[in-house]
C-alpha cells in the first residue's frame, strides 16, 4: 500500500489536543497503510529566535535564515519539535522514530542562497525509510537537512514533505491552518487544475505560504501523476475520509 505522507505545521503543533486527535487518527490509518510524519514549527522557531536576540525574515512566504541562526532553527526544530512530535505518536502506539531529512541521505540538497542557508530538498535514498516502514516504524521528519559541505540547512516543511513523498511514491497530504486554497472571496476551491492555480498567482489570491505549499503540491503531483490534497487539521475525522476516497480541503490535479 502506499504510504500516507502527512506534512504537519502552523498552530497545529502548539495544540496538543489537536495533535493528539491527529495522531490518533494517524494511528487508525496505519493499521492499513504505512505513515510518515514531515512537521515544520514556524511559531516555535520565531519563539526561539526571538529570545536568542534574532530577528525574523520572511520572502514569498518562506523564512531567511542566515547560517548564524542555524544552530537556534535547528534546535528549535530538530530538538523540541521533533521530540514532542516523537512523544505525542508514542502515546498513540505509533512507534515513532525521529528523523531529519538527510538520515540515510534520504534527500539531497542544493542551497537556495537568496535565503541563506536554506535548503532545496530532492529525493535521494529510500533505503532506511523502506526498512523503518518495513518493520512498521513511523518516521518522524523535521526539516532540517545537511548540506554537502556539512552545513545545517533550513528546508521548507511542505517542500521537504513533498521530497519525501515523492521519495517513497506515497500520497501527500498538506495540513494547514484553513479548511483548504481559499478563493478571493475565502471560499474553499474543492478541486484546483494547474491553469487555474496558475491565474489566482497571476491575480494575487493565492500567495506567500501558501503559494509555497501549491508549489510543493503541483510539483509533487506532476512527479507522481496523482492528486495532492491540502486540507486543514481541525477536524481529525477528515483525515479518514480522505483515506475513504471522499472529498476533504482541496485537491490539486496532476
Known amino acids: 500500500m502506499k504510504p500516507v505522507v502527512l506534512k504537519m505545521g502552523g498552530r ?3 495544540d496538543r489536543n ?3 486527535a491527529l495522531l490518533a487518527v494517524c494511528a487508525s490509518i496505519k493499521q492499513r497503510r504505512p505513515v510518515i510524519l514531515v512537521h515544520g514549527g514556524g511559531d516555535q522557531v520565531d519563539q526561539w529566535l526571538a529570545k536568542f536576540g534574532f530577528t525574523t525574515e520572511k520572502i514569498d512566504g518562506q523564512r531567511v535564515s542566515p547560517a548564524e541562526q542555524m544552530p537556534v532553527i535547528t534546535g528549535a526544530l530538530d530538538g523540541a ?3 514532542e512530535m516523537v512523544s505525542r505518536a508514542m502515546l ?3 512507534k515513532p522514530v525521529g528523523l531529519n531529512l538527510s538520515a540515510g541521505n534520504a534527500c539531497q540538497f542544493t542551497v537556495n542562497t537568496q535565503l541563506g542557508a536554506v535548503g532545496i530538498a530532492k ?4 533505503t532506511l525509510l523502506n526498512v523503518l516502514l518495513a518493520e512498521g516504524f513511523t518516521p518522524v521528519f523535521s526539516s532540517i537537512g545537511i548540506g554537502s559541505e ?3 540547512l533550513n528546508v521548507n516543511a511542505d517542500l521537504a514533505a513533498a ?3 515523492q521519495l517513497v511514491k506515497g500520497q501527500l ?3 494547514t491552518d484553513v479548511p483548504g486554497i481559499l478563493d478571493g472571496n475565502m471560499q474553499l476551491i474543492p478541486e484546483l487544475s494547474t491553469e487555474h492555480a496558475a491565474q489566482l498567482v497571476a491575480q494575487g489570491v493565492i500567495k506567500g505560504g501558501m503559494k509555497v505549499k501549491l508549489d510543493a503540491a503541483l510539483d509533487t503531483a506532476a512527479a507522481l501523476k496523482s492528486n495532492i490534497v491540502v486540507a486543514g487539521w481541525q477536524n481529525p475525522d477528515d483525515l479518514m475520509n480522505l483515506m475513504q476516497d471522499k472529498p476533504v480541503g482541496t485537491c490539486i490535479l496532476y
Request: with cysteine.
Open 92 to 94: 498513540q502506539g505509533l
Open 12 to 14: 497545529l503543533l502548539q
Open 173 to 175: 497530504v498538506l495540513l
Open 123 to 126: 529525493p535521494a535514498d529510500a
Open 81 to 83: 519539535v521533533n521530540a
Open 150 to 152: 556539512g552545513q545545517l
Open 163 to 165: 521530497a519525501i513523498c
Open 18 to 20: 489537536a495533535l493528539d
